[in-house]
């Protein structure tokens, strides 16, 4: 990365060469509001070009038999992975691009070429799993990009947030056993995929290092905010991570389709600043997002731009005060519950 100023951006216009079906939500299309956000903004950002992955970094997560059969797959497309997946010619150029525009943003944080930015990438990532391409994803960008940092930058403990109104199940079972790595997610259920209940808290030694919000369809600005004000401010200060990286979807927004979420930019702002603020105080502020999903078009650039803008403003940010927490409130009873999960090892969940 050459990066002069100290918010990067990696954007491409071959990322809107992957494509599905006409109607299809995950479509090109999207790519149009993130842009959009970006351009008004385009003085103050430091652009990077991407490069494709390279097969070791694809393989640092996921199984060889998954890459052969993505190979495959889009030699014959158009095709399908799975019922909502669809690959096209150049799905497996675009995917291995994102992955590594992902990479290279990540590590250009951790080496201070940049202190933060966001990989504005196409098809998303957080639902594939190791050896199964699903949810629209192929490769999983955020979790490639956290182990390159673990492998080539000597990161050692990393806080993978994600706050795209679906589970992102394929990158908590990929780091379900590993300590070094804290997922923390916040996410509409029941809904897809099904996974993120309360009690997944990782497994074996990683017991500890997954911490679920699962939230029920309708919330808004005041239940995303409190849960990042009250679980993961806690949680991320117990860790102390080394840097951050967040799968940073726009769904949760009140107008997206795919969803039943009530989040406004207001809402999206909150949520960036207190991770700003949480990367200033705990790791030099490098922190890197990774887009994932988000189908509405107002959802996209208000979801971005204010991302952009938390990133942008000058010196130090201050987080939103946390509101009184009303007993008896949604917010009330998913503390209660994450806290009957997690309160051994982090003592000061709920607290504001």
């Not at 694809?58 to 059969?69: A, F, G, K, N, Q």
């Not at 056993?177 to 990683?206: A, I, K, N, W």
């Not at 795919?258 to 949480?278: E, H, K, P, T, Y």
């Not at 998913?334 to 969940?349: G, I, K, N, T």
């Amino acid at each position: 990365m050459d990066a002069s100023g100290d918010v990067a951006v990696v954007e491409d216009l071959r990322y809107r060469e992957h494509s599905g079906p006409p109607g299809h939500p995950e479509r090109p299309d999207r790519l149009i509001a993130v842009s959009e956000a970006i351009a008004e903004r385009a003085g103050r950002l430091t652009r990077v070009s991407p490069r494709p992955a390279t097969p070791e970094e694809i393989l640092s997560v996921h199984d060889r038999t998954h890459l052969e059969h993505v190979t495959r797959v889009v030699a014959r497309a158009p095709a399908q992975l799975d019922p909502d997946t669809y690959v096209s010619s150049e799905s497996l150029d675009v995917a291995l691009l994102a992955a590594g525009g992902a990479v290279d943003l990540a590590r250009g944080v951790a080496r201070g070429e940049a202190r933060c930015g966001l990989a504005a990438v196409r098809p998303p990532g957080h639902h594939a799993e190791s050896g199964r391409a699903m949810g629209f994803c192929l490769f999983n960008n955020a979790a490639i990009a956290a182990r390159a940092l673990q492998a080539e930058e000597g990161v050692g403990r990393i806080l993978l947030l994600d706050w795209d109104v679906h589970h992102g199940n394929g990158t908590q079972h990929c780091f379900d056993e590993d300590p070094t790595v804290l997922y923390v997610s916040t996410h509409q259920f029941p809904y897809y995929p099904g996974t993120g209940d309360f009690g997944e808290c990782g497994v074996g030694r990683g017991v500890g290092s997954t911490v679920n919000i699962p939230l029920p369809a309708g919330c808004g600005d005041a239940e995303y905010v409190g849960a990042f004000q009250r679980v993961l401010v806690p949680v991320a200060r117990r860790f102390e991570p080394e840097m951050i990286v967040v799968s940073a979807g726009f769904d949760a927004h009140r107008d997206d389709p795919l969803a039943q979420m009530q989040v406004s930019a207001v809402g999206f702002a909150g949520m960036s600043d207190i991770v700003r603020a949480l990367a200033d105080d705990l790791c030099g502020g490098r922190v890197a997002f990774v887009l994932e999903g988000g189908y509405a078009a107002r959802g996209l650039r208000e979801g971005t731009g204010a991302l952009l803008d938390s990133m942008l403003a000058p010196g130090r940010v201050g987080p939103p005060e946390p509101a009184p927490l009303a007993p008896g409130s949604v917010l009330d009873g998913v503390l209660s519950r994450v806290r009957a999960v997690h309160a051994r090892s982090f003592p000061d969940l709920g607290a504001p």
